[in-house]
Nanobody, 123 residues
C-alpha cells in the first residue's frame, strides 16, 4: 500500500499555471504507475494524466493535451502535474493515485488514492 499526499493547488486566473505535487510513502514507489484525476462539483471523477516509469511512457486526457505535463522524480518519491494555460473548466479537486496494475489509458483506476488538492481557475 502507498500513502499519497497532494499539494500545490490554489486559486489562479485563466491562462495561469500551477504545479501540483504528490508525495508518496514507501520504498517501492518507483514500481508504481501513477496518475492524476480530477473531480468538479456535481461531476464524476475524470482521468487527467498517467505515467508509468518515466516521462517517455505517459498518456493524457484529450482536454489537457498540450497544456499539462505529468512527470515523476523517483529519488523524491514524488509525481508532478505541471498545468499551463489553465481554463475555468479545469477547476476541481485533483487526486493522485498509485496502482501496480492500472487499466488502459483514460479508465478509472482503483489503487491507492490521496485526499486531493483544490484547484480553482477564475475567468
Amino acid at each position: 500500500q502507498v500513502q499519497l499526499v497532494e499539494s500545490g493547488g490554489g486559486l489562479v486566473q485563466a491562462g495561469g499555471s500551477l504545479r501540483l505535487s504528490c508525495a508518496a510513502s514507501g520504498r517501492t514507489f518507483p514500481n508504481y504507475p501513477m496518475a492524476w484525476f480530477r473531480q468538479a462539483p456535481g461531476k464524476e471523477r475524470e482521468f487527467v494524466a498517467a505515467i508509468k516509469w518515466s516521462i517517455s511512457n505517459t498518456c493524457y486526457a484529450d482536454s489537457v493535451k498540450g497544456r499539462f505535463t505529468i512527470s515523476r522524480d523517483n529519488n523524491k518519491n514524488t509525481v508532478y502535474l505541471q498545468m499551463n494555460s489553465l481554463k475555468p473548466e479545469d477547476t476541481g479537486v485533483y487526486f493522485c493515485v498509485a496502482d501496480l496494475n492500472p487499466p488502459a489509458c483514460g479508465r478509472l483506476w482503483k489503487g491507492d488514492w490521496g485526499q486531493g488538492t483544490q484547484v480553482t481557475v477564475s475567468s
